[in-house]
Protein backbone atom coordinates (compact mmCIF):
# COMPACT_ATOMS: atom_id res chain seq x y z
CA UNK A 1 0.00 0.00 0.00
CA UNK A 2 1.41 3.51 -0.56
CA UNK A 3 2.67 5.41 2.06
CA UNK A 4 4.07 8.75 2.78
CA UNK A 5 7.89 8.82 3.64
CA UNK A 6 9.67 10.73 5.92
CA UNK A 7 13.27 11.27 6.51
CA UNK A 8 15.15 12.10 8.71
CA UNK A 9 13.17 10.04 11.15
CA UNK A 10 15.38 12.09 14.13
CA UNK A 11 17.12 15.56 13.71
CA UNK A 12 19.13 17.03 16.79
CA UNK A 13 20.18 20.43 15.86
CA UNK A 14 21.70 23.64 17.81
CA UNK A 15 19.86 27.01 18.36
CA UNK A 16 20.15 29.05 14.99
CA UNK A 17 20.82 26.47 12.67
CA UNK A 18 19.21 25.80 9.52
CA UNK A 19 16.94 22.33 9.38
CA UNK A 20 15.88 20.67 5.94
CA UNK A 21 12.95 17.92 6.93
CA UNK A 22 12.09 15.63 3.62
CA UNK A 23 8.90 14.22 2.75
CA UNK A 24 8.07 11.87 -0.15
CA UNK A 25 4.44 11.80 -0.41
CA UNK A 26 1.88 9.18 -2.29
CA UNK A 27 3.11 9.45 -5.59
CA UNK A 28 -0.02 10.32 -6.94
CA UNK A 29 -1.29 13.04 -4.19
CA UNK A 30 -1.78 16.51 -5.23
CA UNK A 31 -2.07 18.28 -2.05
CA UNK A 32 0.78 18.88 0.24
CA UNK A 33 0.67 19.38 4.08
CA UNK A 34 3.15 20.06 7.18
CA UNK A 35 1.81 19.29 10.63
CA UNK A 36 3.87 19.46 13.97
CA UNK A 37 2.95 18.13 17.63
CA UNK A 38 4.98 19.63 20.20
CA UNK A 39 5.31 16.92 23.21
CA UNK A 40 2.04 16.63 25.26
CA UNK A 41 0.20 19.04 22.81
CA UNK A 42 -2.18 18.86 19.81
CA UNK A 43 -1.54 18.03 15.79
CA UNK A 44 -1.36 21.55 14.65
CA UNK A 45 -1.24 22.40 10.89
CA UNK A 46 1.58 24.31 9.66
CA UNK A 47 1.13 25.31 5.79
CA UNK A 48 -0.60 23.24 2.72
CA UNK A 49 0.97 22.91 -0.75
CA UNK A 50 -0.99 22.83 -4.07
CA UNK A 51 -0.25 23.38 -7.95
CA UNK A 52 3.43 24.18 -6.75
CA UNK A 53 2.13 27.30 -4.34
CA UNK A 54 1.15 27.84 -0.52
CA UNK A 55 -2.55 27.22 -0.71
CA UNK A 56 -3.02 28.07 3.16
CA UNK A 57 -0.31 28.40 6.11
CA UNK A 58 -0.89 29.15 9.70
CA UNK A 59 0.20 31.71 11.83
CA UNK A 60 2.90 29.41 13.45
CA UNK A 61 4.41 29.22 9.38
CA UNK A 62 6.65 32.65 9.89
CA UNK A 63 9.30 33.82 7.58
CA UNK A 64 11.77 31.20 9.20
CA UNK A 65 9.73 28.74 7.79
CA UNK A 66 9.34 27.73 3.94
CA UNK A 67 8.13 24.84 1.78
CA UNK A 68 9.42 23.33 -1.78
CA UNK A 69 8.97 20.70 -3.68
CA UNK A 70 11.82 20.72 -5.64
CA UNK A 71 10.99 17.93 -8.03
CA UNK A 72 8.32 15.63 -9.01
CA UNK A 73 8.19 13.30 -5.59
CA UNK A 74 9.97 15.87 -2.65
CA UNK A 75 8.45 17.90 -0.14
CA UNK A 76 10.49 19.90 2.23
CA UNK A 77 10.05 21.65 4.95
CA UNK A 78 13.25 24.16 6.15
CA UNK A 79 13.60 26.16 8.96
CA UNK A 80 15.96 28.87 8.61
CA UNK A 81 17.37 29.62 12.26
CA UNK A 82 15.82 27.05 14.35
CA UNK A 83 14.46 28.20 18.19
CA UNK A 84 14.01 25.53 21.27
CA UNK A 85 10.29 26.14 20.68
CA UNK A 86 10.30 24.64 17.35
CA UNK A 87 11.54 20.87 18.74
CA UNK A 88 8.73 19.27 17.98
CA UNK A 89 7.48 15.98 16.08
CA UNK A 90 6.97 17.61 12.24
CA UNK A 91 4.65 14.94 10.03
CA UNK A 92 3.83 15.93 6.55
CA UNK A 93 1.06 14.52 4.55
CA UNK A 94 -0.69 14.12 1.20
CA UNK A 95 -4.32 13.78 0.07
CA UNK A 96 -5.57 13.45 -3.74
CA UNK A 97 -7.83 15.20 -5.68
CA UNK A 98 -10.79 13.27 -4.92
CA UNK A 99 -10.75 13.12 -1.22
CA UNK A 100 -8.50 16.32 -0.54
CA UNK A 101 -9.49 16.20 3.29
CA UNK A 102 -8.26 12.82 4.01
CA UNK A 103 -5.00 13.05 4.33
CA UNK A 104 -2.20 10.68 4.80
CA UNK A 105 0.67 11.14 7.44
CA UNK A 106 4.06 9.88 7.03
CA UNK A 107 5.70 8.41 10.37
CA UNK A 108 7.51 11.89 11.26
CA UNK A 109 10.22 13.25 12.36
CA UNK A 110 11.29 14.16 15.55
CA UNK A 111 13.27 17.78 15.67
CA UNK A 112 14.89 18.38 19.15
CA UNK A 113 16.76 21.89 19.21
CA UNK A 114 19.53 22.32 21.74
CA UNK B 1 -8.20 27.88 20.86
CA UNK B 2 -9.95 24.52 21.31
CA UNK B 3 -12.41 24.38 17.99
CA UNK B 4 -12.10 20.63 18.46
CA UNK B 5 -12.03 18.88 21.76
CA UNK B 6 -12.16 15.53 23.29
CA UNK B 7 -13.09 16.04 26.70
CA UNK B 8 -11.61 12.10 27.70
CA UNK B 9 -8.13 11.65 27.55
CA UNK B 10 -8.30 7.99 27.92
CA UNK B 11 -10.36 5.08 28.30
CA UNK B 12 -10.28 1.35 29.25
CA UNK B 13 -12.87 -1.27 27.13
CA UNK B 14 -12.67 -5.08 27.55
CA UNK B 15 -12.06 -6.81 24.54
CA UNK B 16 -15.01 -7.85 22.41
CA UNK B 17 -17.03 -5.02 23.79
CA UNK B 18 -17.95 -1.74 22.22
CA UNK B 19 -16.06 1.39 22.40
CA UNK B 20 -17.12 4.86 22.20
CA UNK B 21 -14.94 8.04 21.71
CA UNK B 22 -16.47 11.26 21.88
CA UNK B 23 -15.51 14.48 20.01
CA UNK B 24 -16.99 18.18 20.79
CA UNK B 25 -16.86 21.10 18.46
CA UNK B 26 -17.23 24.82 18.09
CA UNK B 27 -16.68 26.18 14.44
CA UNK B 28 -20.18 26.38 12.57
CA UNK B 29 -18.27 26.05 9.44
CA UNK B 30 -17.07 22.78 9.79
CA UNK B 31 -18.03 20.32 7.24
CA UNK B 32 -15.94 17.52 7.26
CA UNK B 33 -14.90 15.70 9.95
CA UNK B 34 -11.94 12.59 10.36
CA UNK B 35 -11.05 9.81 12.88
CA UNK B 36 -6.93 8.90 13.30
CA UNK B 37 -5.67 6.41 14.94
CA UNK B 38 -1.86 7.06 16.36
CA UNK B 39 0.61 4.49 17.45
CA UNK B 40 3.62 5.78 19.53
CA UNK B 41 6.60 6.72 17.30
CA UNK B 42 4.14 6.66 14.82
CA UNK B 43 2.27 8.82 12.29
CA UNK B 44 -1.87 9.32 12.34
CA UNK B 45 -3.38 6.69 10.33
CA UNK B 46 -6.61 8.05 8.70
CA UNK B 47 -9.56 5.64 10.01
CA UNK B 48 -13.09 6.84 8.90
CA UNK B 49 -14.76 10.25 7.78
CA UNK B 50 -18.17 11.47 7.19
CA UNK B 51 -19.20 14.81 5.80
CA UNK B 52 -21.73 17.28 7.03
CA UNK B 53 -24.58 15.72 4.86
CA UNK B 54 -24.41 12.61 6.60
CA UNK B 55 -25.19 11.65 10.09
CA UNK B 56 -23.25 8.11 10.17
CA UNK B 57 -20.91 6.14 8.05
CA UNK B 58 -19.51 2.67 8.34
CA UNK B 59 -16.32 0.90 7.79
CA UNK B 60 -16.34 -2.66 9.42
CA UNK B 61 -15.55 -2.12 12.69
CA UNK B 62 -16.14 1.58 12.62
CA UNK B 63 -19.09 3.68 12.17
CA UNK B 64 -18.98 7.72 12.77
CA UNK B 65 -21.82 9.25 13.87
CA UNK B 66 -22.49 12.97 13.86
CA UNK B 67 -24.86 14.72 15.16
CA UNK B 68 -24.68 18.35 13.64
CA UNK B 69 -27.23 20.28 15.51
CA UNK B 70 -25.10 19.49 18.88
CA UNK B 71 -21.45 19.75 16.98
CA UNK B 72 -20.66 16.41 18.50
CA UNK B 73 -19.33 13.24 16.65
CA UNK B 74 -18.72 9.87 17.98
CA UNK B 75 -16.48 7.13 16.80
CA UNK B 76 -17.64 3.08 17.45
CA UNK B 77 -15.36 0.44 17.45
CA UNK B 78 -16.97 -2.83 18.00
CA UNK B 79 -15.70 -5.47 18.93
CA UNK B 80 -13.03 -3.61 19.92
CA UNK B 81 -9.70 -5.90 19.63
CA UNK B 82 -6.28 -5.27 21.32
CA UNK B 83 -4.67 -4.18 18.61
CA UNK B 84 -7.27 -0.82 18.35
CA UNK B 85 -5.21 0.24 21.37
CA UNK B 86 -3.80 3.81 20.70
CA UNK B 87 -4.25 7.16 20.56
CA UNK B 88 -7.61 8.29 18.52
CA UNK B 89 -7.67 12.03 17.80
CA UNK B 90 -11.02 13.68 15.85
CA UNK B 91 -10.06 16.42 13.19
CA UNK B 92 -12.52 18.31 11.17
CA UNK B 93 -12.06 20.84 8.09
CA UNK B 94 -13.99 23.44 6.78
CA UNK B 95 -13.62 21.92 3.44
CA UNK B 96 -13.30 24.57 1.21
CA UNK B 97 -11.04 24.92 -1.73
CA UNK B 98 -7.87 26.57 -0.69
CA UNK B 99 -8.60 25.91 3.09
CA UNK B 100 -8.34 22.32 3.58
CA UNK B 101 -6.28 22.12 6.59
CA UNK B 102 -6.83 19.58 9.65
CA UNK B 103 -7.93 21.17 13.20
CA UNK B 104 -7.12 18.20 15.66
CA UNK B 105 -8.86 17.27 18.85
CA UNK B 106 -6.34 16.82 21.65
CA UNK B 107 -6.91 12.75 21.68
CA UNK B 108 -8.41 10.02 23.77
CA UNK B 109 -5.91 7.18 24.61
CA UNK B 110 -7.92 3.59 24.54
CA UNK B 111 -6.58 0.64 25.91
CA UNK B 112 -8.26 -2.69 25.42
CA UNK B 113 -8.21 -4.62 28.06
CA UNK B 114 -7.67 -8.53 26.96
Known amino acids: EPEVTQTPSHQVTQMGQEVILRCVPISNHLYFYWYRQILGQKVEFLVSFYNNEISEKSEIFDDQFSVERPDGSNFTLKIRSTKLEDSAMYFCASSDRDSVYEQYFGPGTRLTVT | DQQVKQNSPSLSVQEGRISILNCDYT??????FLWYKKYPAEGPTFLISISSIKDKNEDGRFTVFLNKSAKHLSLHIVPSQPGDSAVYFC?????????????FGTGTRLTIIP
Open chain 2, 27 to 32: NSMFDY
Open chain 2, 91 to 103: AASEANFGNEKLT
